[in-house]
């Protein structure tokens, strides 16, 4: 299957020291399984390299500066929590972005019709940042294209993950997603 061109992935956390949360259910890291997934979607993937979250949020938006060819950007993760119970879906796009507004919205109705057995969180799943105190501003604020930030399942929480372990589901979720996007 041809690449999609205008979407690009970026795995959330960095490989050596900020791997983010971790599954004791899925037995992997945030990154580990994040890089699974990229691995097997038809778009390209970038990776962090810089352990700092504000120096590597400030790379990935010069990076998009010179490679202009992207209209969004998704960033994998998966939430924690230290209780069994957080569980559920969630997508983060900037407030200010009427683009990143609308694709969280797609993406977050796609989830709901392949996942109907998932709790959504928020409005429809969809969170909106505003604030540099808020979880992922820099990202979602400093990409000068719309970015968004995915987290599908709690890795904290055994229902999830029993149904996020089914990795090809999950890779052909999100490859009809960005093949099927307006």
Known sequence: MKKNKEVLFAIGHTQDSDKGSYSEFLKQSEWDYNR?????????????????YYQRQKTLANFFRE???????????????????????????????????????????????EYPEMKIRGARGVKFTSHKSERGFYFLNLTPIPALILEPFFGTNKQDCDIFKDKERYICFLNNFINNLK
Request: aromatic content about 12%; charged content about 25%; glycine content about 10%.
């Open 36 to 52: 699974d997934i990229a691995n097997g979607l038809n778009a390209d993937v970038y990776v962090h390299t810089i352990r700092n």
């Open 67 to 113: 490679n202009k060819q992207y209209k969004l950007v998704i960033e994998l993760h998966f939430n924690g929590h230290n209780t069994e119970e957080a569980n559920g879906f969630e997508v983060f796009a900037y407030g200010g972005s009427n683009k990143g507004e609308r694709y969280a919205r797609e993406l977050a109705d796609a989830y709901i019709k």
